[in-house]
Structures are given as C-alpha cells and as structure tokens.
C-alpha cells in the first residue's frame, strides 16, 4: 500500500537518498529543501523514473513561519503524512569553544534543533489524528560521544537524542513510531559544507577511508519503517566497519599487517 512521506533536507547526502529509496517502492514522496532547482531537478528524475508522485516544498526549516505556511498546503494536497523524515541538519565550523564563531553556532542550533522542531509540531498532530506514523530523526555518532572541537554541533546533536527519546514517550499513545538513526562518517556533502566548500579539506576527510554511503543509511529507514506495526525501533548507531565511534577508526594505511 503506498505511503506519503515527507522527507527534510532532501536535496542531497541522506535526504536525496531516502526519498529516492521510498520513491523506488512506489510511494508518494514529498520533498523539502532551500534550494529550488535542485528540488525540481530531483522530483523531475523520481518522477520519470519510478512514476510515482512527488511533491516539492521550498523552504528553510529555521523559518518557523515558512514551516507552518509548507505543512499547511501539504494537508491541503495529500491530507496525511504517514511518514516523517527530520533529515534536515549540518555542521558548520570546526573549532574550539574559545575560538568558535558564534554565527556558526545560530546556525547549527537553529536547523538540527529548532528546525526539527518546528517540522514535527506541525506533523505531529496530523499523526495523532491518525492513531499512527513514524517520525525519524537522523542523527549522528556526535550525539553519543563528544569530539574535539565538535562541541556545538554534538551538543546539538545531543539534543536530537533527547528528542527522539522524548517524543517516543509523549506520542507513545497515538501508536505513532519514532526512530532516531545516527551515522557515523558518510561521504555525502557534510564536510563540504562544515569547512565552507573547502574542497580538498573535505576530501582529506575520507582519504584512505571506506565510509558509509547515503544509500546505506536510505537502505536503513526503509527497512525500519517496513516492520509490522507492533515493532519499533528506537534508535540505530550506524558506522562503516572501519570505524568504531567518532573518536576511534582506522586508515586503510593504518591497517595492520
């Protein structure tokens, strides 16, 4: 029986995978991001594809009033959203407490915080209505262990932890699912985006090293979201075999011998 979903963020690394992922399987996805012509470009590409239908929402999550303007005409158009993606998030900086720039701060907090906020109050009441749904909240291994000069960005990655916690108690009478899924080094857009489109720092990231792919982790929700109604997982740690947590992997040059 198809589905609609609403997947965050879906213009590329997870998001652009997940939606693709639930496109496959012939349910109707409904994409979220900033930038336009790539929401275009992609329900353009799911739409030829698998022929299903796709549904595109510009707007940025930090934007409180925007969120409710985007869910408002969804309920107009499909009436229920059966699935929630809170894929929508990013590291911005990397540097110690002391040093740190305070705008990068606002802008982690604002879009892995209170963005996913924003997006669930809106969805959540339409699940409560339904007697049903399933959120997920993708995470990060930053929200089980601090690293160096990750700081802001693990605490609000913490905080999605607690989230996720938080919102499988209170909606637990609803029959509405939650799943907080937390990857750990993926090679997708992240650290293009946390060093500010230094290409080659980005690059240095993943030198040597087999990481997750944003398949990997649209391979992980699908399956999660596919179990019968009475099973629920509550949350995932997902890394590549080559790394333990965000303190400990190795190098394949590190490998020993």
């Known amino acids: 029986m198809s589905k609609n979903i609403l997947v965050t963020g879906a213009t590329s690394g997870f998001g652009r995978a997940i939606a693709e992922r639930f496109a496959k399987e012939g349910n109707t996805v409904c994409i979220t991001g900033r930038r336009g012509e790539r929401l275009e470009e992609l329900k353009k590409e799911l739409e030829e594809k698998y022929k299903v239908r796709v549904i595109t929402l510009q707007f940025d999550v930090r934007n409180k009033e925007e969120v409710i303007k985007a869910i408002a005409q ?33 802008v982690m907090i604002d879009t892995n915080i209170k963005g996913l906020l924003y997006v669930t109050r809106q969805v959540a009441p339409l699940m409560k209505v339904q007697r049903g749904g399933h959120i997920f909240n993708i995470g990060s291994t930053a929200a089980k262990t601090v690293y160096k000069n990750g700081n802001v960005y693990c605490a609000t990655k913490f905080a999605v932890d607690a989230l996720n916690q938080a919102m499988r108690i209170d909606l637990l009478p609803y029959g ?3 799943t907080g899924v937390n990857p750990g080094m993926a090679e997708t857009e992240f650290s293009l985006v946390r060093f500010k489109g230094d290409e080659e720092r980005a690059a240095n990231v993943y030198k040597g090293f087999k990481a ?21 997982i509550n949350d995932l740690v997902v890394t590549a075999t080559n790394q333990a947590s965000s303190l400990y992997s190795i190098k394949d040059a590190e490998k020993p011998v």
């Open 74 to 106: 969804l309920k107009t158009e499909i009436g229920h959203i059966d699935i929630l993606v809170n894929n929508a998030g990013l590291a911005s900086g990397m540097s110690s407490i002391e040093e740190g720039d305070t705008d990068d701060w606002d």
């Open 176 to 178: 509405i699912k939650v």
């Open 212 to 232: 997750l792919e944003a398949d990997d982790i649209a391979d992980i929700v699908f399956y999660c979201a596919s179990l019968p109604l009475h099973v629920c």
